[in-house]
Structure formats: structure tokens, C-alpha cells
């Protein structure tokens, strides 16, 4: 404050200074002024005026260094006051953050964290303070000032107690950390043994069940329970990891901790353990309650059965093949169920051998349910085979009726006088056919069991061996008569095979007939010489065409005069179509040669029109040079022209040959008319 009052006071002087300055300056103008009126004084005015100006500067500049001094010891006085001040404050601060006890619980463990948090927010908030004060006090001691060695000890001073405040921050951030981790590991251990306490109450339940719905039950509480466990172990396992990791960190409680982990893991194990004993057990106990319930079931399920397999039922014949299905049923649902009482057999041996705490009931249980099965099936046994005796004859009577009415369908298709209406519907007769030959071979079998059958009842003296032995003949003989007619209906189909498809192959060459026809029978005679040399390339394509399928025509031709000259069932219908074959490739052959006949004539005709177009053609060149009316204009010219006219002459009487030629190819031209284009039979 003195100092800032020194500096008020000096800002005062100045301000003099500043008015006197304009003093001074009107001194040095007055003096100038005076020493050019009395130039007898002007050294005299000069002198005082040097001095007063001497005594001005020294006065400014001691001013100046007066402003100078004072600011250097504003700007020391200033860092000492702010020194003193952080210094007061990181005193008070440290004893804020080493006055806090540890915490007994985990909120006062939080709030002590909080707490300390703030007190770094404070810190923070003070270090632009702090370094705008080493700022000034380096600048002091860096400009040299008078208290530069304080201003340095000052520095010093502030720089370790910073580094100390520091250092305790974090020091006891850590020991505040360390007591947060112990006080969350305190409460998570007592709520898991608090959890476990529970949990051990559970487990000192000894009751196992009396039937299988209570020990279901309890066995899905096991399993309840189990599920916590495990859900709980991730917790156990979390605490382990996080003990772990306080006892490696080095945690200041970190024997309590161990004790606590180590203690906290034995009981976990006990738990796992009992746990696993009580499952072992009620699981013991649910087999045994299945055992009980599958030996009543079973035990009901047998006595059941029982009244059907001592039944005498077998005396009365009527539905005896159901009786023997039902019986068959039977027999395989005891066979179906057979597994069942092997299951509970080795359940039984399998407790017993695992010494189950009730094993008495179960070595009765066992007992009493194999002597039950074993009178079950003997009575089964004996049963099916009385049944099987009294349906034999059964069994025979009805496979007999089976193959009599087998007959009666094969003779009624055999007389069958269906032998079709096309290829198709004959090729499908055949196949038909064939596989009634291939049924009737396949039966052979039957009525050699059936008369083996017959023989072994006839062997063992049955009842009605007469019967049987008239069933029997009856059958084999019936059998035997089906090869004549399978013979001749096998024979017919094939004559009606050959047959159609001898008229298929008539349709076919009739359709190749008609697809020539129109072109053979075509009128298109060409319009030029190309044109009709083309006709004739395209007729004589056709005409090889036609020599090459003559022989597929003859083939047809000489296939049907086969089978009408063998006296075929259709030989009147086979020689109508070989005549019509014949007729209609007749008049396809004659058509051909006729149309070869005109083409030729029209080539010769086109021919002639051709040369004689390119004689007109020559004539018409040549005319120009006969008609001209240039006789020369002198004797040279006309010698020329001459020559010309000789030449011309000469030429003249040289192609009076080919005009010649012309008339006598004219004259043998058999069509003596230019022919008419037929639009219509172009090709």
C-alpha cells in the first residue's frame, strides 16, 4: 500500500513536471528572444539558459528513474503479497485433505471421494494464480532486480510446496481409492454371505418325496436353487478377482482381505458341495419313485393282457382270421412292450447295484413283475398256436377262391376280340398281353403251394381231404387250359401288328406323294434362260428324290403283297391300298416326266431368244455405220471410208452364218411360241 501511494504521489510530480516543461520551453524561447535584442548579454543569457536546461534534463531523467524504481518495487512488493498469500493457502489446504478420516462405509467412502475431488477442483482453479506468480517472480529475478535472491528463495519455496500439495492430493486419492475398493469389497462379502446363509437353510431339507410328483417338485426347486447358484458364481467369481486384485495392488487391509476371500470361497465350496449331494440324492429319489410308478403300470398293463391270452376263443371258427390278426397284434404289442419290462428290469438291477437306500422294495418289485411277464407269455404262446391251427384250412379255401376268380378274369380277356385299330392301339394290346403272359407264369407258384398245401392236408388225414383233393384237381386243370388261347391270341395280335403297320407305312408314302405333287405338277416354265436353268436344277433334284424313294415304295409294296398272298384277315383291306399306292405313284412319275419334257422345250425356247437378242443386239451396233452419209471431203477421207465400208461388208458376210444358224435353231424349236409365266406355279 506504501508503494502505491509513493507511486500516486510521483504521478503527481509528473504532472508538474509536464506543466513545467512548457515553462522550460518558453524560458529557452524568451532567451533566444533576449540575446538577439542585447547581443552585449547574449553570452550571459546563453549561460543561464544551458543551466536552466541542464537542471530540466536532470530533473526529468530523475523522474524517470524515480518511476523506475517504484515499479520494480510495486512488481517485488506484489509477488511477495501473492507468495505469501498461496503459501497461506496450500498451508490451509493441506490440512483440509490430510484432517479426513477413512471411511467406515461405502457411502462415507464416496463422499470422502467427493469431498477430495473438490479439493482438487480448488487446486485447479488456483493454478493460474500460481503460474501468473512464478510468471512475475522469474521476470523479477530474470531483470535483475535488487531482490532477485528472495524473489529466487520465494520461487523455490512455492515450487516444492506445490509439489508437495500435489503429492499429498494423490497420495491420499489413492488411499481413498483403496478404502472405497475395501468398503464395496466389505458390503458385496457380507451380502454374499448373508446370501449363502440362506442358501445353507435351503439345503437342510431332508425331505426326498413320496411319490413322483413330489419329488418333481422338488427337484425343480433344486434346479431353481442351482440356477441361483450359478447365477450367483459370476458374483463369487467377481469378488475372488476383485480380492485379487486389492492383495496384488497391495492394498493397505490386504491380509483382512485375503482372510475374508479365503474364508468366503471355503463356504462357497461347502455350498457347491452340498448342493451337488442333495441333487445326487433327489435324483435317486425320482428314479425310484419312476421305478415304482413304471412296476404298477406295467404290473396293471400285464394283468390286462393276461385275460385275453387265457381266453378260448379259438373254439369258435367264426372270424378266424381276424382272431389270428388280432392275436398277431397282440403278440407284437407284447414284443413292442417286451423293451419296457427289459427297461425296468435294468433300472431295478442298475439301483440295486448302486446300493439304493431302497432297495428291498425294489429287489420285490423285480421279482413279482418277471414271473408276471414270464405267464403272460407262455399263455400267449400256446394261444397262437391253437389259432393258427383252426385258420389253415381257412387260408387255403380262400386262396383257392382267389385264384378261381384270377381265372375267370384271365379266360374273359383271352376271349377278347379286340386286336386294335391302329399301330398304337396294337402295340398297347401286345404289351397288355405280355404282361398277362408274365401274370399267368407268375401264378404257377401259387398253384403249386396250393397243391402242396392240398397234399400235406390230404397227407395228415383232414376232415375234408375229398373236397380239398377236388378243389385241387379242379384248379391245376384250369390253369393248364390257358396256353392254347394265350397262343392264338398272341398270333392274332401280331398278324394285326404286321398289319398296321404296313398301313402306316402306305399313309406315309401317300403323304410323301402328295407333298411332291405340287411342285411336279407346277406350270412355272421360267421368264429368261437363268430362270428356267434354275426349274430344271430344282425338277432334276426332285426327279433323284423320287428315283431314290422308289425303292422305299417297292419295299411297302412288296411287304403288302407278302401278307395278302398269305391269306391275312385283312387282305382285302391291304390290296385296295397297295393299288392305290400304285396308282397314285404312276401318275406322280408320269407327271415328273411331262414336267421334264416342258422345261426342256422352254430351255430350247430361251436359249434361241437369247442368241438372237445378242444378234439383234450386233445388228443394231453395225447399223449406224451403213447408214451414214459421210462420203469424204477429199480423196483421202473418202479412201478412209472406203476401207471402213470393206470391213464392214466383211463382217457382214461373216455373220450371215450366224443368222444362218439363228433360223435353222428357230425351226427346231418344238415350242414355237413364246411361254406364258404362270404367277401362280412360281417356285
Keep these: 500500500a506504501t508503494v502505491q ?17 512548457d515553462k ?22 546563453h549561460s543561464k539558459r544551458d543551466e536552466i536546461t541542464q537542471a530540466w534534463q536532470r530533473l526529468v531523467q530523475k523522474a524517470q528513474e524515480r518511476r523506475t524504481e517504484l515499479e520494480s518495487s510495486y512488481a517485488l512488493h506484489r509477488f511477495l503479497a501473492d507468495y505469501r498469500d498461496l503459501i497461506s493457502w496450500m498451508s490451509d489446504i493441506r490440512a483440509l485433505i490430510a484432517a479426513d478420516d477413512l471411511a467406515k462405509d461405502v457411502p462415507g467412502a464416496e463422499a470422502l471421494l467427493e469431498r477430495h475431488q473438490e479439493h482438487k477442483g480448488e487446486m485447479d482453479a488456483r493454478e493460474d494464480v500460481m503460474n501468473a506468480c512464478v510468471v512475475s517472480g522469474q521476470a523479477l529475478v530474470e531483470g535483475g532486480h535488487r531482490g532477485a535472491a528472495e524473489v529466487q528463495a520465494a520461487l523455490d519455496t512455492l515450487h516444492r510446496d506445490r509439489a508437495a500439495l ?40 431332508e425331505d426326498v418325496g413320496d411319490s413322483l410328483d413330489s419329488v418333481e417338485a422338488l427337484l425343480k426347486k433344486h434346479e431353481d436353487f442351482e440356477k441361483s447358484l450359478a447365477a450367483q458364481e459370476e458374483k463369487i467369481k467377481a469378488l475372488d478377482e476383485f480380492a485379487t486384485k486389492l492383495i496384488e495392488g497391495q492394498h493397505y487391509a490386504a491380509d483382512d482381505v485375503a482372510q475374508r476371500r479365503e474364508m468366503l470361497l471355503e463356504r462357497r465350496a461347502a455350498l457347491l458341495e452340498k448342493s451337488s449331494q442333495r441333487r445326487a440324492l433327489l435324483e435317486d429319489a425320482y428314479k425310484y419313485q419312476q421305478f415304482e410308478r413304471d412296476c404298477d403300470e406295467t404290473k396293471g398293463w400285464i394283468n390286462e393282457k393276461l385275460k385275453f391270452a387265457t381266453d378260448d376263443s379259438y373254439l369258435d371258427p367264426t372270424n378266424l382270421n381276424g382272431k389270428v390278426q388280432k392275436h398277431g397284434n397282440f403278440e407284437q404289442e407284447l414284443q413292442a412292450n417286451k423293451p419296457r419290462v427289459d427297461d425296468i428290469n435294468a433300472l431295478g438291477s442298475k439301483l ?45 379255401n380262400r386262396a383257392s377262391e382267389d385264384i378261381e376268380l384270377w381265372l375267370s378274369e384271365v379266360e374273359g380277356q ?59 384237381d379242379a384248379l391245376v386243370a384250369r390253369y393248364a387250359a390257358l396256353d392254347k388261347p394265350m397262343a392264338v391270341r398272341k398270333r392274332r395280335l401280331l398278324d394285326s ?90 401318275q406322280l412319275q408320269e407327271k415328273a416326266l411331262q414336267r421334264k419334257q416342258d422345261l426342256e422345250d422352254s430351255l430350247q425356247a430361251q436359249q434361241y431368244f437369247a442368241d438372237a437378242n445378242e444378234a439383234e443386239s450386233w445388228m443394231r451396233e453395225k447399223e449406224p455405220m451403213a447408214n451414214t452419209q459421210d462420203y469424204g471431203k477429199d480423196e483421202d477421207s473418202s479412201e478412209a471410208l472406203l476401207k471402213k465400208h470393206e470391213a464392214l461388208l466383211s463382217d457382214l458376210e461373216a455373220f450371215g452364218n450366224t443368222i444362218k444358224a439363228l433360223r435353222e435353231q428357230a425351226n427346231s424349236c418344238r415350242q414355237q411360241e413364246s411361254p406364258v409365266v404362270d404367277v401362280s406355279g412360281k417356285e
Excluded at 524560458?27 to 538577439?36: C, K, P, Q, V
Excluded at 497420495?171 to 483403496?178: D, F, H, I, N, S
Excluded at 402306305?506 to 411336279?520: G, S, T, V, Y
Design 497 to 586: 401288328l404286321q398289319a398296321q403297320q404296313l398301313f402306316r407305312d402306305l399313309d406315309d408314302e401317300a403323304a410323301w406323294i402328295r407333298e411332291k405333287e405340287p411342285i411336279i405338277a407346277s406350270t412355272n416354265r421360267g421368264r429368261d434362260l437363268i430362270g428356267v436353268q434354275n426349274l430344271m436344277k430344282k425338277h432334276q433334284a426332285v426327279m433323284g428324290e423320287m428315283a431314290q424313294h422308289e425303292a422305299r415304295v417297292e419295299a411297302v409294296r412288296a411287304a403288302g403283297a407278302a401278307l395278302r398272298d398269305a391269306g391275312h384277315f385283312a387282305a382285302a383291306d391291304i390290296a385296295a391300298r397297295l393299288h392305290a399306292l400304285h396308282s397314285t405313284w404312276t
Design 352 to 396: 440295486l447295484e448302486q446300493e439304493h437306500f431302497a432297495k428291498p422294495q425294489i429287489e420285490s418289485r423285480v421279482d413279482e413283475l418277471g414271473s408276471l411277464w414270464e405267464r403272460l407269455v407262455q399263455a400267449s404262446e400256446l394261444k397262437g398256436s391253437k389259432l393258427q391251427e383252426a385258420a389253415a384250412q381257412q387260408q387255403f
Design 24 to 45: 522550460v520551453a518558453t524560458l529557452d524561447g524568451e532567451a533566444a528572444r533576449l540575446a538577439a535584442i542585447h547581443a552585449d548579454h547574449a553570452p550571459a543569457i
Design 414 to 472: 383271352l376271349l377278347s376280340e379286340d386286336y386294335g385299330k391302329d399301330l398304337t392301339s396294337v402295340q398297347n394290346l401286345q404289351k397288355k398281353h405280355a404282361l398277362l403272359e408274365a401274370d399267368v407264369s407268375s401264378h404257377a407258384e401259387r398253384i403249386d403251394a396250393l397243391r402242396e398245401q392240398a397234399e400235406q392236408f390230404i397227407e395228415r388225414g383232414h376232415f375234408d381231404a375229398d373236397n380239398i383233393k377236388a378243389k385241387r
Design 5 to 21: 501511494t509513493l507511486q500516486r504521489k510521483h504521478e503527481g510530480v509528473e504532472r508538474d513536471l509536464a506543466a513545467l516543461e
Design 166 to 205: 500435489h503429492a499429498l492430493w494423490e497420495q491420499r486419492r489413492v488411499l481413498y481409492l483403496q478404502c472405497m475398493d475395501l468398503q464395496l469389497f466389505y458390503r458385496d462379502t457380507e451380502q454374499a454371505d448373508a446370501w449363502m446363509h440362506k442358501q445353507e437353510a435351503f439345503l437342510a431339507n
